[in-house]
């Protein structure tokens, strides 16, 4: 499986932008970034996808790069509910039965 | 609107008790995962099952087996808990989808919090 590196944690002042990094560099043709979060004493939930294009939702941005060996989820605005340990995992397009692998993700700080 | 079920939020047991979590999803989805989340060690795979009644090991299977009876139901068994066993267990589901499984996303359940005595 190809890996993904995050940095430990990051900090982020109320209502800034937020810019979480994932370095992917292995990454095949087939593989799909995800993004998932995990809120404090919850289960993970998804927060956004994508193969190649930069992809937008209500929640955050995906910006990928060109070579797609890097990729930034941006946070618009962030609030103090946005503190969470952020994943950013591939996921094969083309293996039904593949694994999400989870490393140990970024955990962001909101500060007042 | 809750998708994915676990019966228990908290659970606490003794040494050598048979432990069932259970799992239940409604999104009609193929795969169904139990995931473990230790301080330090992140989320490990324990086992998965794309259809009824097939299971995968995971990353750390020993100590644990798996039953899927029923496509909306996968649950996690310890025969014979043990302290080390002491941990946060995820279930999760996500589509297979056809060529493009890649982007069927994972829905995870809150968690079941196992306290081995």
């Known amino acids: 499986d190809a890996k993904t590196t995050q940095p430990n944690s990051m900090e982020s002042n109320e209502e800034e932008p937020v810019h979480l990094p994932c370095n992917h560099s292995?990454?095949?043709?087939?593989?799909?970034i995800h993004w998932y979060r995990q809120l404090p004493s919850q289960g993970p939930e998804y927060v956004i996808h994508?193969?190649?294009s930069n992809v937008n939702n209500r929640m955050a941005s995906l910006a990928i790069a060109e070579d797609r060996k890097s990729s930034t989820l941006i946070l618009h605005r962030a609030t103090l509910r946005d503190a969470a340990v952020y994943y950013c995992?591939?996921?094969?397009?083309?293996?039904?039965?593949?694994?999400?692998?989870f490393g140990p993700g970024t955990r962001l700080s909101v500060l007042p | 609107d809750v998708k994915v079920t676990q019966s228990s939020r908290y659970l606490v047991k003794r040494t050598g008790e048979k432990v069932f979590l259970e799992c239940v999803q409604d999104?009609?989805?193929?795969?169904m995962f139990w995931y473990r989340q230790d301080p330090g060690l992140g989320l490990r795979l324990i086992y998965f099952?794309?259809?009824?009644?097939?299971?995968e090991k995971g990353d750390i299977p020993e100590g644990y087996s798996v039953s899927r009876e029923k496509k909306e139901r996968f649950s996690l068994i310890l025969e014979s808990a043990s302290t080390n066993q002491t941990s946060m267990y995820l279930c999760?589901?996500?589509?297979?989808?056809?060529?493009?499984?890649?982007?069927?996303?994972?829905?995870f359940g809150a968690g079941s919090r196992l306290t081995v005595l």
């Open positions: 994508g193969l190649t």
């Open positions: 099952s794309y259809d009824v009644k097939m299971k």
């Open positions: 999104m009609d989805h193929e795969n």
């Open positions: 292995t990454i095949s043709g087939t593989d799909y």
């Open positions: 999760a589901s996500s589509l297979v989808g056809t060529g493009i499984s890649g982007a069927n996303v994972l829905t």
């Open positions: 995992i591939l996921r094969d397009g083309l293996n039904y039965g593949q694994n999400f692998v």
